[in-house]
C-alpha cells in the first residue's frame, strides 16, 4: 500500500473518531407532520416533549388541597389527612421517588423534564428524562401477557384509532404515587391513554384511570406537551449518582452534609 | 456604571424554580440568608447539583456549607454548565436555610466577586 493511502487511511481513522464530519452538518431539522412507519402514514408524535401544567397530577390544578380524585370514602379521608399534614406542617413525606425509586406508571406521564418517543415498526417508546424510565408500547396486535408481573410501567398495548394512537396499560405497581402529594392508587389501576397531535408542535395525552380498589369511578386527565426546540437532546438521569436526600424515618426528606466531621449528627 | 450594571443583574436574578425530583421542605423556604465564602467543591451531578463552600465564621473557624441546587435538567436548559462554578472561586451564594439550622440550603442565587451572577435562572421546563 502506498505511503499516502496509509495516511489518508489513519487520517479518516482520527476523523471518524474525533466527529470531524460535523462539517457536513446542516444542523436540527424541524418536525414533519407526518411520518412513514410499515409503509403507513403516520402523524408525528415521535420526537422530545415538555410537559405543560403543573407538577401536580392534573396539571390544571396547582394546589394540591384543591385536587378532587374520585376516591372511595376511606382512600379520600387518607389522602385528605396526608395533604392537610403536609400543607400545615409544609414538610412533605411519602414520596417514593425522593429515594430514587422510579414514578411508574402513570406518574411518569406528568414528570418534570422531557420525554422522548420514539415511533417504530411494531413499537411505540416512551423515554422519560426523569428517572431514565423506559414504555414499550407494542403496537403489533398482542395481547396483554394472562398474568404478567407487575412493575413499575407496567405492561402497554396500542393501536391507532384514526390520528390518535390508543394505549392500554395494566400490571403497575401499586406502591408509586399519582404524583409528590402522595395520591395513592391500588395495582388494580389500568389505564388507557389517547394521545394524538393537536399541531405538529403539540402533543395531548388523554389519561383515563380505572381502579376498582381506590376509585368510585374513572379518573380521566389531559396532559398537554410542547415539541422540544430542533435539535434538544435528551439527558441522562442517573439518580442514585449524588442523591444525598435520604428519606428519614418519619418520611420527610434529609440532607447529607459534607465536610464539619464534628458537626454531623 | 459598572456598579449600576451589578446592580441590575443582580435584580435580573430570580429565585430558582422548584422542579425537582423531592420535595425541598426540609428547607425553610420562606426565609433567605447570604453566605459568602470560597467554592470547595462543584458537584454537578443528578439527581441534583451541591454546591460546597467554605465560609470563614466571626470565631475564624471556616464552615462547609452545603447548597443543594436543582438538577443538570433543569439548570443545563436554563444556562447553566458544569463550569458554571468554579472550585476556588469567591461567591456570594443567597440560600434558604435548613430548619434545624445546619450548614446547608436550598440554592436561590449565586453571584460571583466580579458581581456576575451565575446561569440565567429562567424557569425551567
Not at chain 1, 406542617?89 to 414520596?95: A, L, Q, R, S
Not at chain 1, 386527565?221 to 435539535?231: E, L, M, Q, S, T
Not at chain 2, 447548597?67 to 458544569?82: D, M
Amino acid at each position: 500500500m502506498k505511503k499516502s493511502a496509509v495516511l489518508s487511511l489513519v487520517l479518516c481513522g482520527a476523523m471518524a473518531a474525533t466527529g470531524v464530519h460535523a462539517a457536513d452538518y446542516a444542523g436540527p431539522k424541524a418536525a414533519p407532520a407526518r411520518v412513514s412507519v410499515n409503509g403507513k402514514e403516520l402523524p408525528n408524535i415521535g420526537g422530545v416533549w415538555i410537559r405543560t401544567g403543573s407538577f401536580l397530577f392534573d396539571g390544571s390544578v396547582r394546589d394540591p388541597l384543591k385536587m378532587n380524585p374520585p376516591y372511595k370514602p376511606e382512600w379520600m379521608k387518607e389522602f385528605d389527612e396526608h395533604r392537610k399534614q403536609v400543607a400545615e406542617t409544609g414538610v412533605n413525606t411519602g414520596d417514593p421517588t425522593a429515594g430514587c425509586l422510579p414514578p411508574g406508571m402513570p406518574r411518569m406521564m406528568s414528570a418534570v423534564y422531557p420525554m422522548e418517543i420514539l415511533l417504530t415498526e411494531d413499537q411505540v417508546t416512551i423515554i422519560t428524562e426523569w428517572m431514565g424510565q423506559i414504555r414499550r408500547v407494542y403496537t403489533d396486535g398482542r395481547p396483554h401477557p394472562e398474568d404478567p408481573d407487575i412493575t413499575y410501567v407496567g405492561h402497554s398495548t396500542g393501536h391507532w384509532e384514526g390520528d390518535t394512537l390508543v394505549i392500554d396499560t395494566v400490571a403497575m405497581n401499586g406502591e408509586t404515587r399519582l404524583d409528590q402529594t402522595g395520591m395513592k392508587h391500588s395495582d388494580q389501576i389500568h389505564v388507557v391513554e389517547r394521545m394524538r397531535l393537536l399541531s405538529v408542535n403539540q402533543l395531548e395525552n388523554e389519561l383515563t384511570l380505572y381502579d376498582p380498589v381506590a376509585f368510585t369511578q374513572p379518573w380521566t386527565v389531559k396532559r398537554i406537551f410542547n415539541r422540544a426546540p430542533p435539535g434538544e437532546e435528551m439527558r441522562e438521569f442517573v439518580c442514585m449518582e449524588n442523591n444525598r436526600n435520604p428519606i428519614q424515618a418519619d418520611g420527610s426528606v434529609g440532607v447529607v452534609l459534607q465536610g464539619n466531621e464534628a458537626k454531623q449528627p | 456604571m459598572t456598579k449600576v450594571l451589578v446592580r441590575m443583574m443582580a435584580l435580573a436574578a430570580v429565585a430558582l424554580p422548584v422542579a425537582a425530583h423531592h420535595s425541598f421542605s426540609m428547607f425553610d423556604m420562606k426565609k433567605e440568608m447570604v453566605i459568602s465564602g470560597e467554592v470547595k467543591e462543584f458537584q454537578w451531578t443528578n439527581p441534583h447539583i451541591w454546591v460546597q463552600v467554605l465560609v470563614p465564621g466571626e470565631d475564624g473557624k471556616v464552615v462547609e456549607w452545603s447548597i443543594e441546587g436543582n438538577s443538570p435538567s433543569t439548570l443545563s436548559r436554563t444556562g447553566w454548565s458544569k463550569r458554571s462554578v468554579t472550585a476556588g472561586e469567591k461567591v456570594s451564594v443567597t440560600i434558604h436555610p435548613l430548619r434545624d439550622g445546619q450548614p446547608g440550603g436550598s440554592l436561590v442565587k449565586i453571584v460571583r466577586e466580579d458581581g456576575s451572577v451565575v446561569g440565567e435562572n429562567k424557569a425551567g421546563p
